[in-house]
């Protein structure tokens, strides 16, 4: 089972002067101490279940490419990219951009966005629900389209690229892993199917999990693609060092299903701390699951 860290809650001791230095330790930490990914949050806005707008928030791609020239081996993203928030033409470039200047280390992450607040607040469009779908499907076609290199042109309902060019290319053939974030069952599950490398669950009950999956493993069907192709992660809430038993037995569960990447949340009050400690303690753990 691969750990991954994302790092949702900002508001660490030290207030903005000491963001930089704290946020280069705790990727440092993870680099050195084996961890997979490092993802930061997509957002403008401070979710209002961690503070709202008053707290911290760093814009992702900008913190992403200050991360890659601390570490050497972290895949890095942001868990995950709203499709509102950038051109996909930009967004692609911008993706991979960070894969070639981190030596082959971006994930691409998205979803169909669903922070209201934030576009009002900074006056961006945030389509209707069904609309920011009919984007996303698009948007997952022109990041294959430029992460192929081949160049080309793309004409939608929603986007038109005359010219698809993305020179340099990425690093890894086919481009960035491609991870599509949430669980709806009718179109968020066929898109991963259909166009992405792995999905992204919340914390369910196993149960709850294993119908998610059954769901995905239908979509794979109809899509004519091997479900074993699709990587499955999820975001745990619970912390590793608070709750032990619960999170191994949660995460042996998932590993039964065939969950092959976990999230976990470092605490706000010392995330340096907090992720060496994961790596000492629960990574060594969790190589053993699965």
């Excluded at 991360?67 to 868990?79: K, R």
């Excluded at 290319?169 to 709806?184: K, N």
């Excluded at 898109?191 to 998610?212: G, S, T």
């Amino acid at each position: 089972m691969k750990l991954a860290i994302h790092c949702s809650n900002l508001s660490w001791p030290g207030g903005p002067a000491a963001l930089a230095p704290t946020l280069a330790e705790v990727a440092r930490t993870a680099d050195q101490g084996g961890l997979s990914t490092l993802t930061m949050m997509d957002h403008w806005f401070q979710m209002e279940q961690l503070g709202g707008p008053p707290e911290p928030m760093l814009e992702g791609y900008t913190s992403l490419g200050f991360i890659a020239g601390q570490t050497s081996n972290l895949e890095l993203g942001l868990l995950v990219t709203g499709v509102t928030y950038r051109h996909p033409g930009l967004l692609a470039k911008i993706v991979t951009t960070l894969d070639v200047l981190s030596g082959g280390r971006a994930m691409l992450g998205i979803g169909a966005a669903w922070y209201e607040r934030e576009h009002r607040g900074l006056g961006v469009p945030f389509p209707p629900v069904a609309e920011r779908f009919e984007r996303l499907e698009e948007t997952l076609q022109i990041a294959r389209l430029m992460f192929s290199g081949e160049g080309g042109s793309f004409s939608g309902s929603h986007y038109r690229l005359e010219e698809a060019v993305n020179v340099p290319a990425p690093v890894r053939p086919g481009g960035p892993r491609v991870l599509v974030g949430g669980s709806g069952e009718r179109k968020t599950l066929r898109l991963v199917a259909q166009y992405a490398d792995a999905c992204n669950f919340f914390e369910f009950e196993p149960e709850e999990m294993r119908h998610k999956i059954e769901v995905l493993d239908r979509h794979c069907e109809k899509a004519d693609r091997d479900p074993r192709t699709v990587q499955r992660t999820a975001l745990i809430g619970r912390d590793p060092h608070t709750d032990a038993d619960g999170f191994y037995r949660r995460v042996e569960e998932y590993a039964a299903l065939g969950i092959e990447q976990v999230w976990v949340m470092p605490a706000a009050d010392d995330p340096v701390g907090w992720v060496a400690k994961l790596c000492a303690e629960v990574r060594p753990r969790l190589e053993e699951i699965g």
